[in-house]
Protein backbone atom coordinates (compact mmCIF):
# COMPACT_ATOMS: atom_id res chain seq x y z
CA UNK A 1 0.00 0.00 0.00
CA UNK A 2 1.35 3.27 -0.50
CA UNK A 3 1.76 6.54 1.82
CA UNK A 4 -0.83 8.61 0.82
CA UNK A 5 -3.83 5.59 1.18
CA UNK A 6 -2.27 4.95 4.85
CA UNK A 7 -1.76 9.05 5.65
CA UNK A 8 -5.61 9.02 4.79
CA UNK A 9 -6.30 6.29 7.25
CA UNK A 10 -4.08 7.60 9.71
CA UNK A 11 -6.12 10.79 9.59
CA UNK A 12 -9.46 9.39 9.71
CA UNK A 13 -8.19 7.68 12.61
CA UNK A 14 -7.30 10.64 14.47
CA UNK A 15 -10.36 12.21 13.32
CA UNK A 16 -12.81 9.95 14.99
CA UNK A 17 -10.76 9.54 18.15
CA UNK A 18 -11.60 13.27 18.61
CA UNK A 19 -15.40 12.78 17.81
CA UNK A 20 -14.86 10.48 21.16
CA UNK A 21 -14.96 11.59 24.57
CA UNK A 22 -11.05 10.98 25.99
CA UNK A 23 -10.66 9.87 29.25
CA UNK A 24 -7.58 10.53 31.26
CA UNK A 25 -5.70 7.52 29.97
CA UNK A 26 -5.95 8.09 26.54
CA UNK A 27 -4.65 12.40 27.43
CA UNK A 28 -1.99 10.87 28.52
CA UNK A 29 -1.48 8.65 25.53
CA UNK A 30 -2.04 11.56 23.18
CA UNK A 31 1.00 13.20 24.99
CA UNK A 32 4.15 14.15 22.40
CA UNK A 33 6.75 11.57 22.53
CA UNK A 34 9.68 12.37 21.48
CA UNK A 35 11.63 10.11 18.62
CA UNK A 36 14.25 8.43 19.72
CA UNK A 37 17.54 7.00 17.83
CA UNK A 38 17.58 3.49 16.40
CA UNK A 39 19.41 1.01 19.03
CA UNK A 40 21.76 -0.24 16.61
CA UNK A 41 22.43 3.31 15.50
CA UNK A 42 26.17 4.31 14.47
CA UNK A 43 27.45 7.05 16.40
CA UNK A 44 27.19 10.70 14.98
CA UNK A 45 31.13 11.66 14.99
CA UNK A 46 31.60 15.80 14.69
CA UNK A 47 34.81 15.63 13.43
CA UNK A 48 33.32 13.38 10.48
CA UNK A 49 29.89 14.95 9.22
CA UNK A 50 30.48 13.48 5.72
CA UNK A 51 29.50 9.92 7.35
CA UNK A 52 26.04 11.28 8.63
CA UNK A 53 23.33 8.31 8.30
CA UNK A 54 19.30 8.22 8.02
CA UNK A 55 19.62 6.69 11.73
CA UNK A 56 21.89 9.87 12.93
CA UNK A 57 18.91 11.78 12.68
CA UNK A 58 16.42 11.86 15.52
CA UNK A 59 13.69 13.29 13.17
CA UNK A 60 11.06 10.66 11.21
CA UNK A 61 11.50 12.72 7.78
CA UNK A 62 14.41 15.01 6.91
CA UNK A 63 15.68 16.40 3.55
CA UNK A 64 18.20 19.19 2.76
CA UNK A 65 18.83 20.49 -0.84
CA UNK A 66 21.16 23.01 -2.09
CA UNK A 67 18.98 26.59 -1.90
CA UNK A 68 20.14 28.19 -5.27
CA UNK A 69 20.06 24.76 -7.89
CA UNK A 70 17.56 22.93 -5.54
CA UNK A 71 19.99 19.64 -5.56
CA UNK A 72 19.02 17.12 -2.79
CA UNK A 73 21.84 16.24 -0.73
CA UNK A 74 20.08 14.39 1.74
CA UNK A 75 16.71 12.47 2.42
CA UNK A 76 15.38 10.18 4.56
CA UNK A 77 11.58 9.34 4.55
CA UNK A 78 11.63 12.87 2.72
CA UNK A 79 8.40 12.00 0.61
CA UNK A 80 6.49 10.39 3.91
CA UNK A 81 3.20 12.58 4.31
CA UNK A 82 3.61 14.16 7.35
CA UNK A 83 1.49 17.20 9.62
CA UNK A 84 3.79 20.55 8.83
CA UNK A 85 2.50 22.56 11.92
CA UNK A 86 3.55 26.14 11.81
CA UNK A 87 5.95 25.71 9.13
CA UNK A 88 2.79 26.41 7.11
CA UNK A 89 3.39 30.24 7.61
CA UNK A 90 5.97 30.18 5.34
CA UNK A 91 3.89 29.40 2.68
CA UNK A 92 1.14 32.19 4.05
CA UNK A 93 3.78 34.81 4.29
CA UNK A 94 5.53 33.78 0.29
CA UNK A 95 1.98 34.67 -0.86
CA UNK A 96 1.47 37.89 1.33
CA UNK A 97 4.87 39.53 0.20
CA UNK A 98 4.03 38.41 -3.69
CA UNK A 99 0.42 39.51 -2.96
CA UNK A 100 0.89 42.61 -0.82
CA UNK A 101 1.67 46.62 -1.04
CA UNK A 102 4.13 46.33 2.03
CA UNK A 103 3.97 50.65 2.06
CA UNK A 104 0.19 51.00 2.34
CA UNK A 105 -1.62 47.74 3.18
CA UNK A 106 -3.12 47.97 6.62
CA UNK A 107 -5.28 45.21 7.69
CA UNK A 108 -7.99 45.27 10.11
CA UNK A 109 -7.75 42.38 12.66
CA UNK A 110 -11.28 40.80 12.46
CA UNK A 111 -12.44 38.69 15.39
CA UNK A 112 -13.27 35.89 13.36
CA UNK A 113 -9.60 36.10 13.21
CA UNK A 114 -9.19 35.47 16.99
CA UNK A 115 -11.79 33.22 17.90
CA UNK A 116 -10.04 30.57 15.00
CA UNK A 117 -6.98 30.01 17.15
CA UNK A 118 -7.27 27.65 19.76
CA UNK A 119 -7.04 28.84 23.05
CA UNK A 120 -3.68 29.49 23.95
CA UNK A 121 -2.30 29.59 20.86
CA UNK A 122 -2.61 33.36 20.21
CA UNK A 123 0.90 34.46 20.41
CA UNK A 124 1.54 38.17 19.55
CA UNK A 125 -1.48 38.83 20.03
CA UNK A 126 -4.23 41.09 18.63
CA UNK A 127 -7.21 42.20 19.45
CA UNK A 128 -10.43 42.10 17.04
CA UNK A 129 -10.66 45.90 15.50
CA UNK A 130 -6.63 46.54 15.52
CA UNK A 131 -5.33 48.08 12.29
CA UNK A 132 -1.52 46.66 11.79
CA UNK A 133 0.56 47.52 8.71
CA UNK A 134 1.12 44.29 6.39
CA UNK A 135 4.62 43.78 6.64
CA UNK A 136 4.35 43.85 10.70
CA UNK A 137 1.46 40.94 10.31
CA UNK A 138 4.13 39.30 8.71
CA UNK A 139 6.89 39.72 10.55
CA UNK A 140 5.32 38.59 13.60
CA UNK A 141 3.96 35.70 12.13
CA UNK A 142 7.21 34.41 11.15
CA UNK A 143 9.36 35.59 14.52
CA UNK A 144 6.71 34.46 16.59
CA UNK A 145 4.70 32.02 14.96
CA UNK A 146 1.34 34.40 15.58
CA UNK A 147 -2.16 32.26 14.67
CA UNK A 148 -4.19 35.47 14.77
CA UNK A 149 -1.75 37.14 12.05
CA UNK A 150 -1.82 34.30 10.10
CA UNK A 151 -5.24 34.06 9.86
CA UNK A 152 -5.37 38.03 9.53
CA UNK A 153 -3.28 38.01 6.53
CA UNK A 154 -5.50 35.24 5.00
CA UNK A 155 -8.71 37.26 5.15
CA UNK A 156 -7.39 40.53 3.96
CA UNK A 157 -6.03 39.11 0.66
CA UNK A 158 -8.35 36.47 0.16
CA UNK A 159 -11.87 37.37 2.06
CA UNK A 160 -12.12 33.99 3.83
CA UNK A 161 -9.56 31.12 5.21
CA UNK A 162 -10.88 28.36 2.97
CA UNK A 163 -10.06 30.88 -0.42
CA UNK A 164 -7.12 31.64 0.94
CA UNK A 165 -6.12 27.61 1.50
CA UNK A 166 -7.44 26.96 -2.27
CA UNK A 167 -4.96 29.73 -3.17
CA UNK A 168 -2.32 28.02 -1.06
CA UNK A 169 -3.22 25.03 -2.36
CA UNK A 170 -2.73 26.25 -6.40
CA UNK A 171 0.49 27.95 -4.89
CA UNK A 172 1.77 24.67 -4.03
CA UNK A 173 0.71 23.12 -7.71
CA UNK A 174 3.12 25.91 -9.38
CA UNK A 175 5.86 25.70 -7.40
CA UNK A 176 6.18 22.07 -8.16
CA UNK A 177 4.74 20.58 -5.10
CA UNK A 178 3.70 17.15 -5.44
CA UNK A 179 -0.03 16.15 -4.50
CA UNK A 180 1.07 14.79 -1.30
CA UNK A 181 0.46 18.47 -0.08
CA UNK A 182 -2.94 20.39 0.87
CA UNK A 183 -3.84 22.91 2.92
CA UNK A 184 -6.79 24.13 4.49
CA UNK A 185 -5.28 27.01 6.89
CA UNK A 186 -3.02 29.46 6.83
CA UNK A 187 -1.47 28.89 10.41
CA UNK A 188 -0.65 24.98 10.10
CA UNK A 189 -3.16 24.49 13.17
CA UNK A 190 -3.88 21.04 13.18
CA UNK A 191 -6.45 19.26 10.83
CA UNK A 192 -6.21 15.71 9.05
CA UNK A 193 -6.72 17.36 5.90
CA UNK A 194 -3.33 19.52 6.58
CA UNK A 195 -0.61 17.62 5.44
CA UNK A 196 2.53 17.55 3.47
CA UNK A 197 5.87 16.37 3.07
CA UNK A 198 10.14 17.33 4.41
CA UNK A 199 10.82 17.21 -0.14
CA UNK A 200 7.31 19.51 -0.60
CA UNK A 201 8.26 21.97 2.16
CA UNK A 202 11.97 22.53 1.35
CA UNK A 203 10.62 23.40 -2.42
CA UNK A 204 8.09 25.91 -0.36
CA UNK A 205 11.23 27.11 1.59
CA UNK A 206 13.56 27.66 -1.00
CA UNK A 207 10.89 29.56 -3.12
CA UNK A 208 10.40 31.86 -0.08
CA UNK A 209 14.30 32.50 0.76
CA UNK A 210 14.74 33.79 -3.10
CA UNK A 211 12.47 36.61 -1.63
CA UNK A 212 14.91 39.10 0.26
CA UNK A 213 12.20 40.69 2.53
CA UNK A 214 11.08 37.48 3.48
CA UNK A 215 15.10 36.19 4.46
CA UNK A 216 15.79 39.44 6.07
CA UNK A 217 12.64 38.71 8.56
CA UNK A 218 13.42 34.75 9.39
CA UNK A 219 16.72 35.63 10.12
CA UNK A 220 16.01 37.86 12.88
CA UNK A 221 15.21 36.41 16.61
CA UNK A 222 13.14 39.79 17.82
CA UNK A 223 10.82 42.30 15.68
CA UNK A 224 9.76 46.29 16.85
CA UNK A 225 6.12 46.33 16.55
CA UNK A 226 5.10 49.63 16.26
CA UNK A 227 1.60 51.10 18.00
CA UNK A 228 -1.12 50.57 16.60
CA UNK A 229 -4.89 51.97 16.63
CA UNK A 230 -8.32 50.80 16.30
CA UNK A 231 -10.66 51.24 13.75
CA UNK A 232 -12.68 53.52 15.90
CA UNK A 233 -9.48 55.33 16.67
CA UNK A 234 -9.02 54.31 20.08
CA UNK A 235 -5.84 52.65 20.97
CA UNK A 236 -4.94 49.28 20.11
CA UNK A 237 -1.12 48.28 21.73
CA UNK A 238 1.58 50.34 22.41
CA UNK A 239 4.85 49.80 20.63
CA UNK A 240 6.37 46.10 21.60
CA UNK A 241 8.95 44.06 20.60
CA UNK A 242 8.31 40.44 19.67
CA UNK A 243 10.58 37.91 20.93
CA UNK A 244 10.84 34.17 18.95
CA UNK A 245 12.22 31.24 19.98
CA UNK A 246 14.06 29.98 17.42
CA UNK A 247 17.41 28.54 19.62
CA UNK A 248 18.92 28.07 16.48
CA UNK A 249 19.30 31.63 15.85
CA UNK A 250 20.20 32.98 19.42
CA UNK A 251 24.22 33.43 20.14
CA UNK A 252 23.26 32.98 23.90
CA UNK A 253 21.59 29.55 23.11
CA UNK A 254 23.37 25.95 23.80
CA UNK A 255 22.05 25.18 19.84
CA UNK A 256 22.70 28.20 18.72
CA UNK A 257 24.74 27.66 15.07
CA UNK A 258 26.46 30.22 13.72
CA UNK A 259 26.22 29.96 9.92
CA UNK A 260 21.78 29.19 10.29
CA UNK A 261 19.99 32.26 8.53
CA UNK A 262 16.67 30.82 9.56
CA UNK A 263 13.55 29.93 9.11
CA UNK A 264 10.75 28.63 10.96
CA UNK A 265 9.35 26.55 13.91
CA UNK A 266 6.41 24.36 14.57
CA UNK A 267 4.82 22.26 16.31
CA UNK A 268 1.82 20.51 17.53
CA UNK A 269 1.37 16.94 19.18
CA UNK A 270 0.28 15.29 16.09
CA UNK A 271 3.28 17.21 13.99
CA UNK A 272 5.79 16.76 17.09
CA UNK A 273 8.54 19.33 16.89
CA UNK A 274 9.51 20.84 13.33
CA UNK A 275 12.02 22.85 12.04
CA UNK A 276 12.96 24.69 8.34
CA UNK A 277 16.21 25.80 8.44
CA UNK A 278 18.52 27.85 5.89
CA UNK A 279 22.18 28.31 6.41
CA UNK A 280 24.87 29.94 4.33
CA UNK A 281 28.48 29.70 4.33
CA UNK A 282 30.71 31.70 1.81
CA UNK A 283 28.77 31.18 -1.47
CA UNK A 284 26.97 27.81 -0.46
CA UNK A 285 23.25 28.18 0.78
CA UNK A 286 21.43 25.36 1.94
CA UNK A 287 17.82 24.14 2.86
CA UNK A 288 16.68 21.79 5.49
CA UNK A 289 13.52 20.13 6.79
CA UNK A 290 13.10 18.45 9.90
CA UNK A 291 9.74 16.74 10.62
CA UNK A 292 8.42 14.98 13.66
CA UNK A 293 11.53 15.88 16.05
CA UNK A 294 12.20 16.76 19.57
CA UNK A 295 12.26 19.97 20.70
CA UNK A 296 15.74 20.39 21.21
CA UNK A 297 16.54 17.55 18.76
CA UNK A 298 15.48 19.25 15.63
CA UNK A 299 18.29 21.76 15.93
CA UNK A 300 21.18 18.88 16.66
CA UNK A 301 19.40 17.18 13.37
CA UNK A 302 19.39 20.53 11.68
CA UNK A 303 23.24 20.80 12.50
CA UNK A 304 24.07 17.20 11.41
CA UNK A 305 22.57 18.23 8.12
CA UNK A 306 23.99 21.03 7.82
CA UNK A 307 27.51 20.13 8.25
CA UNK A 308 27.02 17.17 5.77
CA UNK A 309 25.93 19.91 3.47
CA UNK A 310 29.37 21.97 3.78
CA UNK A 311 31.03 19.16 3.44
CA UNK A 312 29.53 17.52 0.30
CA UNK A 313 29.89 21.56 -1.37
CA UNK A 314 32.20 23.08 -2.82
CA UNK A 315 31.63 26.83 -4.20
CA UNK A 316 34.25 27.97 -6.98
CA UNK A 317 34.61 31.34 -9.10
CA UNK A 318 35.76 31.49 -12.92
CA UNK A 319 38.56 33.16 -11.82
CA UNK A 320 39.32 30.22 -9.41
CA UNK A 321 39.13 27.70 -11.93
CA UNK A 322 41.36 29.77 -14.36
CA UNK A 323 44.26 30.51 -12.14
CA UNK A 324 44.33 26.76 -11.20
CA UNK A 325 45.61 26.50 -14.43
CA UNK A 326 46.22 29.92 -16.31
CA UNK A 327 46.97 30.42 -19.74
CA UNK A 328 50.72 31.17 -20.71
CA UNK A 329 51.98 32.59 -23.99
CA UNK A 330 55.11 33.51 -25.61
CA UNK A 331 56.09 36.70 -26.61
CA UNK A 332 58.87 37.51 -29.15
CA UNK A 333 61.11 40.32 -29.98
CA UNK A 334 61.99 40.07 -26.18
CA UNK A 335 65.15 41.54 -24.84
CA UNK A 336 68.02 39.44 -24.45
CA UNK A 337 68.48 39.17 -20.55
CA UNK A 338 64.72 38.30 -20.16
CA UNK A 339 64.80 35.46 -17.71
CA UNK A 340 62.33 33.58 -18.70
CA UNK A 341 63.01 33.95 -23.19
CA UNK A 342 59.68 35.72 -23.45
CA UNK A 343 57.31 33.41 -21.76
CA UNK A 344 54.38 35.48 -20.13
CA UNK A 345 51.88 34.02 -17.70
CA UNK A 346 48.58 36.14 -18.20
CA UNK A 347 46.20 36.65 -15.29
CA UNK A 348 42.53 37.39 -14.77
CA UNK A 349 40.22 39.96 -14.09
CA UNK A 350 36.58 40.67 -14.86
CA UNK A 351 35.41 42.96 -16.81
CA UNK A 352 32.19 43.60 -14.61
CA UNK A 353 33.52 42.70 -10.71
CA UNK A 354 29.69 43.00 -9.60
CA UNK A 355 28.34 40.23 -11.53
CA UNK A 356 28.41 36.77 -9.38
CA UNK A 357 29.27 33.81 -11.76
CA UNK A 358 30.37 31.57 -8.66
CA UNK A 359 29.66 27.65 -9.33
CA UNK A 360 28.05 25.79 -6.60
CA UNK A 361 28.16 21.67 -6.89
CA UNK A 362 29.83 18.52 -5.35
CA UNK A 363 33.34 17.60 -5.58
CA UNK A 364 32.46 15.62 -9.22
CA UNK A 365 30.64 19.16 -10.71
CA UNK A 366 33.54 20.87 -9.59
CA UNK A 367 36.41 18.42 -10.88
CA UNK A 368 34.18 17.97 -14.10
CA UNK A 369 34.51 22.00 -14.53
CA UNK A 370 38.47 21.82 -14.53
CA UNK A 371 38.86 19.13 -16.79
CA UNK A 372 37.13 21.24 -19.10
CA UNK A 373 37.48 24.90 -18.73
CA UNK A 374 38.73 25.27 -22.23
CA UNK A 375 35.08 23.64 -23.38
CA UNK A 376 33.24 26.03 -21.32
CA UNK A 377 35.07 29.76 -21.90
CA UNK A 378 36.48 31.07 -24.60
CA UNK A 379 39.05 33.42 -25.91
CA UNK A 380 39.75 36.68 -28.50
CA UNK A 381 42.99 37.80 -28.55
CA UNK A 382 43.05 41.38 -28.76
CA UNK A 383 46.77 42.38 -29.82
CA UNK A 384 49.82 40.78 -30.81
CA UNK A 385 52.44 38.83 -28.90
CA UNK A 386 55.30 41.36 -29.82
CA UNK A 387 57.52 42.71 -26.99
CA UNK A 388 57.34 45.40 -25.58
CA UNK A 389 54.50 44.40 -22.95
CA UNK A 390 53.94 45.76 -19.82
CA UNK A 391 52.48 44.48 -16.49
CA UNK A 392 48.66 45.07 -16.59
CA UNK A 393 48.35 45.30 -20.81
CA UNK A 394 45.17 43.90 -21.44
CA UNK A 395 46.02 40.29 -24.19
CA UNK A 396 42.31 38.82 -24.86
CA UNK A 397 39.15 38.43 -23.09
CA UNK A 398 37.92 35.44 -22.19
CA UNK A 399 34.50 34.30 -22.23
CA UNK A 400 33.12 32.32 -19.58
CA UNK A 401 29.72 30.22 -20.11
CA UNK A 402 27.42 29.15 -17.25
CA UNK A 403 24.48 26.87 -17.43
CA UNK A 404 22.49 28.42 -14.89
CA UNK A 405 23.91 32.22 -14.94
CA UNK A 406 24.67 33.24 -18.25
CA UNK A 407 28.16 34.27 -19.76
CA UNK A 408 30.61 36.59 -18.42
CA UNK A 409 33.52 38.27 -19.82
CA UNK A 410 37.35 38.49 -18.01
CA UNK A 411 40.29 40.43 -19.26
CA UNK A 412 43.86 38.30 -19.85
CA UNK A 413 46.18 40.47 -18.48
CA UNK A 414 49.82 40.05 -18.36
CA UNK A 415 51.32 39.73 -15.04
CA UNK A 416 55.01 41.47 -15.95
CA UNK A 417 56.69 44.08 -17.97
CA UNK A 418 58.62 42.19 -20.87
CA UNK A 419 61.26 44.77 -22.73
CA UNK A 420 61.55 44.62 -26.09
CA UNK A 421 65.27 44.06 -27.99
CA UNK A 422 67.12 46.66 -28.63
CA UNK A 423 68.74 45.73 -32.29
CA UNK A 424 65.96 44.46 -33.41
CA UNK A 425 64.56 45.02 -36.71
CA UNK A 426 60.94 46.17 -37.28
CA UNK A 427 58.31 44.27 -37.46
CA UNK A 428 55.34 45.05 -40.41
CA UNK A 429 53.16 46.32 -37.76
CA UNK A 430 55.61 49.14 -36.52
CA UNK A 431 56.89 49.37 -40.19
CA UNK A 432 53.65 50.13 -41.21
CA UNK A 433 52.52 52.66 -38.58
CA UNK A 434 56.07 54.46 -39.17
CA UNK A 435 55.25 55.09 -43.11
CA UNK A 436 51.71 56.01 -42.21
CA UNK A 437 52.68 58.36 -39.66
CA UNK A 438 55.39 60.00 -41.90
CA UNK A 439 54.24 63.43 -43.61
CA UNK A 440 56.91 63.02 -46.61
CA UNK A 441 55.07 60.80 -49.58
CA UNK A 442 58.69 59.96 -50.96
CA UNK A 443 60.58 57.70 -48.51
CA UNK A 444 63.32 58.64 -46.60
CA UNK A 445 67.02 58.53 -47.66
CA UNK A 446 69.79 57.27 -45.49
CA UNK A 447 73.68 57.02 -46.20
CA UNK A 448 73.52 53.52 -44.57
CA UNK A 449 70.79 52.34 -47.34
CA UNK A 450 73.34 52.56 -49.73
CA UNK A 451 76.01 50.05 -47.82
CA UNK A 452 74.28 46.68 -48.84
CA UNK A 453 74.06 48.05 -53.09
CA UNK A 454 77.53 49.33 -52.73
CA UNK A 455 79.03 46.41 -51.08
CA UNK A 456 77.31 44.05 -54.00
CA UNK A 457 78.04 46.19 -56.94
CA UNK A 458 81.89 46.28 -56.06
CA UNK A 459 82.02 42.49 -55.97
CA UNK A 460 80.50 42.39 -59.30
CA UNK A 461 82.82 45.09 -60.57
CA UNK A 462 85.98 42.97 -59.05
CA UNK A 463 84.73 39.86 -60.46
CA UNK A 464 84.52 40.91 -63.70
CA UNK A 465 88.16 42.52 -63.81
CA UNK A 466 89.60 39.33 -62.38
CA UNK A 467 87.45 37.73 -65.35
CA UNK A 468 88.72 39.51 -67.94
CA UNK A 469 92.48 39.40 -65.99
CA UNK A 470 92.72 35.71 -65.70
CA UNK A 471 91.67 35.72 -69.78
CA UNK A 472 94.57 37.57 -70.92
CA UNK A 473 96.97 35.47 -68.95
CA UNK A 474 95.92 32.32 -70.93
CA UNK A 475 98.56 30.71 -73.23
CA UNK A 476 97.73 31.20 -76.73
CA UNK A 477 98.04 27.72 -79.00
CA UNK A 478 100.68 27.33 -81.76
CA UNK A 479 99.98 28.20 -84.95
CA UNK A 480 99.71 25.07 -87.08
CA UNK A 481 100.26 25.23 -91.25
CA UNK A 482 97.73 23.21 -92.78
CA UNK A 483 98.93 20.17 -94.79
CA UNK A 484 99.38 20.66 -98.08
CA UNK A 485 99.21 17.70 -100.43
CA UNK A 486 101.84 16.57 -102.62
CA UNK A 487 101.76 15.50 -106.22
CA UNK A 488 104.13 12.67 -108.06
CA UNK A 489 105.04 14.19 -110.90
Not at 164 to 176: E, H, I, Y
Not at 385 to 405: C, H, R, W
Not at 408 to 435: C, K
Request: aromatic share 8%; net charge negative.
Amino acid sequence: MSQRPLALLLCLALTFAALSPASAEEEEVRRFVAPELPADAIPYDENHPELLDGDMLYARSAILIEADTGDVLFEKNADEIMYPASTTKIMTAYIALQMSDLENDVVTVSQNAIDLVPEGYQKVPLVAGEQVAMLDLISAMLVISGNEAANAIAEYLCGSIDAFADLMNRTAQMLGCSEDTHFTNPSGVQDVSHYTTARDLSIIARAAMRDERFASIVSQTTYDMPATQKEDGSAGHPRRTIVGATRILDPSSDYYYRYATGIKTGYTIDAGYCFIGAASYGSINLISVVLYDGDTRRYIDTKRLFEYGFSQIESISPESLYAESPRVIDITGFALDDENHGELTLGIRAVDPEKDMTIIGNSSTIDLLRENFSQISSIEWTRAFQAPINAGDVMGILTFYSENKGTAEYELVATRSIAAREDAPPTLAQIEAYTAADENPWPRFFWDDLVPPSILLIVIILLVRFVRRHRHKRAKSPKIDPIRPRYLR
